[in-house]
């Protein structure tokens, strides 16, 4: 015994391997003094061990995954540094945007946008398609076919028609470790040089000009649709891509930690298991529509900043089974019925066995609720059909009792993601668990294993076990071996295709019970303006609005609480889906709801996301009816709807800006003309000018609306001719402060938020007499540089950034043509006097141009700059 008890001792010392184990095996090998590594189970296995390994093993059932495995995978992040996914089998992604610039294009300054988008720390088999928004506007096949062909600009190869064609650039890198640099950014970019090669991580190049046209939101949203990672395949000794999850666990659990993984050895995996689970997981299951499909597969991603241990729960959900890490080796099973190899019986027990019937109440459940990631629709997470069991309900009294298992994490098979249900509804439904203290001879038992347990006097005749613990204690009266097991049989494991829903091509359909818990949509926000009777002012009204398919919902109530609170307000109940919130302060809330059905059961609270109100921050809408008339031939009158917003007409105004330009002029291109008036006119008079006239409302509290726009012609009764004009454009060869003309355009210097240009010569007519002076210029508004990052650096900035793209239409500044005239009787000079069009009196005239913009961060450029007089025929 001496012998034996030195022996087991130097097995534990041995039990780890070449690294160290993830932290949760760790912890359950240290809480059974060493011997036992526990049975990690998965969220769909459903079982529970007892004592020592009960928490352990229920922090990995219960826990989520600390990867997000949702939607939000396929959404951009603005993230400079941020951790790796590793991706197996097909799926769409998102990818967090490390780093964006802004070059001169077209000799525009910071006109067209580069962004590097990582989508997988390793090199992935390829992408398949790229949407930008909701247009897929690259494909695989189409590359493939431009590639071949060999002609055109290879970052147009791959693009298939749609708006965006030919109006971007995109190359999609897989990863290879010999791969370059992308010549194009580093050729436009002085931040990205020859060395961003991104060997070993698959990425995507993406550059576009601006084009309110095409992108009015700014950059858009990239997705692309990606094959994974290859994996080898032990059993032919082949790398290639695959859905295996088995290979993938094995490629896993043997990349570098460098690389994102634990870096264990061949050594530490139990080759055996892995390549059993590998040939079940291939296994063709027929479907409903006489095709087949493996029995598992893993499509998903796994996060580098997650432990080994979140990552094997994450993959052991492909096959609803378990991994255990025991005697020194990372094993897996659960997938599949193994006829029990070993046979406990009486004479084996050391001391009484512990027998417990039945689960607790609240661990049942009769009804499974899942979702899957469509791939038939760019693999948007999706319900899947509610399994549920009349024979279990009865069995729990009559009541449903639910298990939402979220999402199946890299689940993408409609069918297979049903029987990944049906199998966690049977695992959950074993019922008996016993404690049998063994001696040695029970010692080659190891964890995930099917027993038979033979005890004449329960009535046992090799009734059927799973092993979820084992535990070696060493006492007086010698070693014992002891087994924490749980009923089992192969039944568990069945499968018919009768049982499967087929996908309904209009979605899935959910047909509600009377008797089940209810099930509601998380609330929609909007808002308004009121005024109070009370003389209280503008105030904001909030309206919740939440939908049910439960046509046996009779109630609702509502919550609200400010995001930065922990206790919600909670509304009194209405007989509608609706509620009104009066005198909502502006901030970010998150709402909640939940509906009552004609028995009295609750649904549970369905929350928003974070959602603001706005309230008087919220920019009003444009103004409409806008039209334009001439008057007097020196008179524009402009005329409009009352604008709706409170917030408008009370303390707003709305301002005026002209463009030579018949169609298409801008805020931008724009100079301000006229006086703005109160937000509650409808009616202004303004300087004629051929041109567009531009309207916009500003609110009480200085924000903007869109403009809205009309087109007028000059015309007059009474005849005039020009008899003189002065035009500065393209030279601008008069004098210049704190401006300057480069290339036909004169600019704002760096730095300077005002500036005056001098017409470069006098309009003399000889003598004296009325004379009507119209100007003629022509302006752009514009970014003078990239606010995405520090002058004279490449380090990212973060925002506010929010000028990129689409500040540029909020930019403010003007261009004020002036004039003073000559006294004769005096010599002398006038006053300057702004003008857009007006009639003076007066022999010699001199002009100058004031620009000027809001910030220093803004250029105002002048491309047309003219005046002309006229005088009466």
Not at 307 to 327: F, H, I, M, Q
Not at 623 to 644: E, Y
Request: aromatic fraction near 10%.
């Amino acid at each position: 015994m001496r012998r034996l008890i030195l022996c087991t001792t130097a097995l534990i010392a041995l039990a780890g391997p070449a690294c160290a184990m993830p932290p949760v095996v760790a912890a359950l090998g240290a809480a059974a003094g060493g011997w036992m590594a526990g049975l990690t189970a998965t969220a769909i296995l459903g079982q529970a061990a007892l004592a020592f390994a009960l928490t352990g093993i229920q922090m990995a059932m219960q826990k989520k995954p600390k990867v997000s495995t949702r939607d939000e995978i396929t959404l951009n992040k603005i993230q400079p540094v941020t951790t790796g996914l590793i991706l197996y089998g097909e799926r769409t992604l998102g990818g967090a945007i490390i780093a964006r610039s802004t070059t001169t294009y077209g000799g525009k300054p910071h006109f067209r946008y580069h962004s590097a988008m990582p989508l997988a720390c390793h090199e992935i088999d390829g992408a398949v398609e790229v949407w930008l928004g909701e247009t897929k506007v690259w494909t695989e096949a189409q590359y493939a076919a431009d590639a071949a062909a060999g002609t055109g600009n290879p970052y147009y190869w791959g693009q298939i028609d749609s708006d965006y064609k030919g109006r971007f650039y995109l190359k999609v890198y897989n990863g290879s470790d010999d791969q370059v640099a992308d010549a194009e950014y580093v050729a436009a970019a002085s931040e990205w040089t020859a060395d961003h090669r991104g060997r070993g991580v698959a990425w995507v190049y993406f550059a576009a000009n601006y084009d309110r046209d095409i992108f009015p939101s700014g950059a858009p949203q990239i997705r692309v649709r990606a094959r994974g990672k290859r994996v080898f395949d032990p059993r032919d000794g082949q790398t290639r891509y695959s859905t295996n999850p088995a290979l993938c666990l094995r490629d896993y659990m043997l990349t570098p930690q460098l690389r994102g993984g634990p870096g264990w050895t061949e050594d530490d995996i139990d080759l055996d298991a892995l390549i059993a689970l590998a040939n079940v997981a291939e296994e063709q299951v027929t479907l409903a529509d006489n095709s087949t499909e493996d029995r598992y597969a893993f499509n998903g991603v796994l996060d580098t900043e997650a432990t080994a241990a979140e990552n094997l729960d994450v993959l052991s959900s492909a096959w609803g089974g378990w991994w255990s890490y025991d005697r020194g080796k990372l094993a897996v099973g659960g997938a599949a019925w193994e006829e029990p190899a070993f046979t406990v019986t009486e004479d084996m027990l050391v001391a009484g066995i512990r027998v417990t019937a039945r689960r607790p109440f609240e661990e049942q459940f009769n009804t499974v609720k899942a979702q899957y990631a469509d791939p038939a629709h760019e693999h948007v997470v999706t319900d899947l059909p509610v399994l549920d069991s009349e024979t279990y309900r009865a069995a729990d009294n009559g009541e449903t009792l639910v298990m939402d298992m979220g999402e199946l994490p890299g689940e993408t098979g409609f069918a297979r993601g049903q029987r990944l249900m049906k199998l966690a509804l049977l695992k959950a439904r074993r019922q008996k668990q016993v404690v049998l203290p063994c001696s040695l001879a029970a010692w080659g038992v190891r964890l995930g294993d099917n027993i038979r347990v033979t005890i004449p006097r329960r009535g046992w005749t090799d009734k059927q076990f799973e092993v979820l613990a084992r535990t070696v204690a060493i006492g007086p009266d010698g070693v014992s071996v002891t087994l924490t097991c749980i009923e089992t049989g192969p039944a568990i494991f069945d499968w018919r295709t009768s049982e499967e829903t087929p996908k309904p091509a209009g979605g899935i359909p959910t047909l509600p019970s009377p008797t089940a818990k209810p099930v509601v949509s998380a609330p929609t926000m909007s808002e308004e303006l009121y005024e109070t009777r009370g003389g209280g002012g503008v105030k904001t009204r909030v309206r919740l609005a939440a939908m049910t398919d439960n046509p046996f919902i009779d109630a609702w109530q509502f919550s609200w609480r400010p995001i930065t609170d922990a206790e919600a307000t909670v509304r009194g109940i209405t007989d509608v889906a609706e509620d009104l919130i009066d005198d909502m302060a502006p901030g970010t809330y998150v709402f909640g709801a939940r509906g009552r059905n004609v028995r009295g059961m609750w649904s549970d609270w369905a929350y928003s996301g974070a959602s603001a109100v706005l309230g008087e921050n919220a920019p009003p809408v444009a103004i409409t009816g806008l039209s334009g008339q001439s008057a007097g031939g020196a008179v524009a009158m402009l005329r409009w709807d009352r604008h709706p917003s409170l917030d408008v007409q009370q303390g707003g105004r709305i301002e005026f800006r002209h463009s030579a330009e018949l169609v298409g002029a801008t805020w931008q291109s724009s100079v301000v003309i006229g006086k703005a008036v109160s937000g509650g006119v409808t009616e202004a008079t303004l300087p004629l000018k051929t041109g567009s006239y531009l309207a916009r409302p500003y609110d009480a509290k200085d924000n903007p609306g869109p403009v809205t726009s009309v087109s007028l012609r000059a015309a007059s009764l009474v005849p005039m001719t020009e008899v003189a004009s002065r035009i500065e454009a393209p030279g601008f060869t008069g004098t210049k402060a704190d401006c300057s003309a480069t290339g036909g355009v004169l600019s704002t210097d760096e730095g300077a938020t005002s500036a005056v240009y001098y017409f470069s010569s006098l309009i003399n007519l000889g003598t004296s007499g009325p004379v009507r002076l119209v100007s003629d210029v022509e302006v752009l508004i514009e970014e003078r540089e990239d606010l995405m990052f520090g002058p004279g650096t490449a380090a990212f900035w973060t925002p506010p950034d929010a000028l990129f793209w689409q500040g540029g239409a909020d930019a403010y500044g003007d261009l004020d043509t002036q004039v003073r005239l000559y006294d004769d009787g005096t010599a002398t000079w006038g006053p300057w006097q702004s003008f857009d069009a007006a009639e003076f009196d007066g022999r010699l005239f001199q002009f100058r141009a004031a620009l000027s913009v809001e910030s220093a961060a803004y250029a105002l450029r002048v491309t047309r700059l003219s005046v002309a007089a006229f005088r009466a025929t």
